[in-house]
């Protein structure tokens, strides 16, 4: 059985999802670990293990899917996807902060800085990892 075969850009595009989301979630897990125990910083539970690894994951997955597309079909695929994946991880940073101060009031800068790890890390990911790991296929087959 031969299981030489080309990988196709919608396939590196996925394992290198994939593969950035693994790390992404190890990652985000260990810095909100590491910041609760530091900081003391317990009355927020939105960022608990389960959404921080299926966040992680299918965000990275998703910019993968979303890479393979900009590398196929556009001339500049590559410097349009990561200036879409910086506007995007900026507007989710302000765009979280603004909904917890609507709905809960003033926000603590503890719940600022516990938010905005794992979205920049996310996002530094998606937007120089994920393009590496695209080019460099003998990495993730």
């Known amino acids: 059985m031969n299981y030489d075969y080309v990988q196709t850009d919608l396939s590196r595009g996925v394992l290198s999802g994939l593969f950035a989301g693994l ?3 190890v990652a985000n897990t260990i810095f909100v670990i590491i910041y609760r ?4 910083f317990y009355s927020f539970n939105g960022l608990d293990i389960t959404v921080i690894v299926f966040g992680s994951i299918l965000q990275l997955i998703t910019c993968g899917l979303l890479f393979s597309f900009f590398v196929h079909y556009l001339k500049r695929g590559i410097g349009f996807y990561r200036l879409m994946v910086i506007i995007i991880t900026i507007l989710i940073v302000i765009l979280g902060i603004i909904v917890r101060r609507s709905v809960m009031g003033e926000v603590p800068d503890d719940f600022k800085f516990l938010f905005v790890g794992p979205p920049v890390l996310i996002g530094s990911l998606a937007t120089f990892f994920l393009p590496y790991l695209f080019r460099h296929d003998k990495i993730i087959s």
């Open 37 to 40: 125990s530091i900081a003391a």
């Open 23 to 25: 790390l992404a979630a």
